[in-house]
Structure formats: structure tokens, C-alpha cells
């Protein structure tokens, strides 16, 4: 069974840099066409893709984040992690890490999905 | 830039039949999928590629895909399907979600 787990401060000050970290159990990260991914969803509104990385390393970012995204993995743990630099209150949200499948046929779909961490930018 | 729309809110008794919309331009061209989400819960795959229900979601969740627009059906609607509904689609490498259905049992 695949799991994944967040990890990281729950509060951020702004103009800082949010960092979490994805621990996946259950299967290897580098093994594989999935595309390990963090979405985030605002208290009270919907979800937004903020990137991913697949193949051992390959990223992608949300446009409107690009600037501000890197998504990389530790292979030796398992784990996948997210930066958010220059954050504003408009950052503050739960943050999943979770698996997507099936994205380069165009069917792209999330299979697992993290519990969610909440991250409050505030000083 | 991609955008998919769905009514903010669709109400139905128990038992009977609730649709959800997930709309644009040429969806039918796409595949999509539909989470459910209950308060404080992380999102369920209740359908993926347009109409495919993974293992462990009850035969009454049904989707469909055609034209501009996408349904999620759920038939015999029960209390415990009380939730947010999310459509999402693939467009330009990167994944689009709806605005999020609140579907009402009462």
C-alpha cells in the first residue's frame, strides 16, 4: 500500500521560503512513470497543482508559480520535497504531497494522496 | 489559461439521482477524473478517465464525458456522499481542477 506523508513547519513568516518534505512508503519514487506531485488547497476554496517531478529528477511547475516552485528528491530516503520562496499570505493553505499516474497519456489522475499539512504564512 | 467550471452547489434527497457538472470548451477531447472530499479529509479518486471507478468505490458513482462537458452521477445517493466534488483534467502538462461542487443530501 502506498502512503505519504508531510512534513515541515506549520508556519511560515512572510517573505520567507516554505519548505516541506514528502516520506513515501511503499514504493520507490525513482522507479517508474509516476509523477510525484504537491497540490495545495486554501482554507475554504479548491485545489491547485503546483508541480511535480518524475523520472528520477525531471520537474514541472505551475506557471504562476514558477518563479517561486522547486520540487526535488532524496532518493536515499524516499522523500520528495517542495520550496516556496518569497511567500505572502495568499501561500497559506494545506499543502498535499501525493502520486499521480497515467500523466503522460493525457490521462493524468491522483491515486494517493497525502493526509495534507497546513502551512500559515503569518509573522 | 485552462479553466474548468462546476456549480458551487447541487442538492438532492436520499436516494435519488445527483449530477455534477464539469465544463469547457472541447472537455470531451480530454480525460477526466472526479475527487470527493469530505471536511478536514484529504481528496478521493472516485473516477478516472472519464468513466472508470477504481477499486472500492461503490458501483452508484458513474462518470461520462462528451462535447464541452463532463458528469459525475451518482445514483441512489446516500448521507455519506455528502461532500466537495473536484473534477480534473490534464492540459499542458499539468493538472486542472474545477471550482468544487458541495453536493447536499437532505
Redesign the interface.
Known sequence: QVQLQESGPGLVKPSQTLSLTCTVSGVSITIGDDFW?W?RQPPGK????I?YIYSSGRT?Y?PSLKSRVSISVDASKNQFSLNLSSVSVADTAVY?CVR?R??RG??????F????TLVTVSS | SYELTQPPSVSVSPGQTASITCSTDKLGDKYVCWYQQRPGQSPLLVIYQDSKRPSGIPDRFSGSNSGNTATLTITGTQTIDEADYYCQAWDNSLGVFGGGTKLTVL
Open positions: 506531485s497540490i479548491g485545489l491547485e497543482w508541480g514541472y505551475n498535499f499521480a497515467e500523466c493525457g490521462s493524468c489522475f491522483v491515486d494522496w497525502g493526509r495534507g
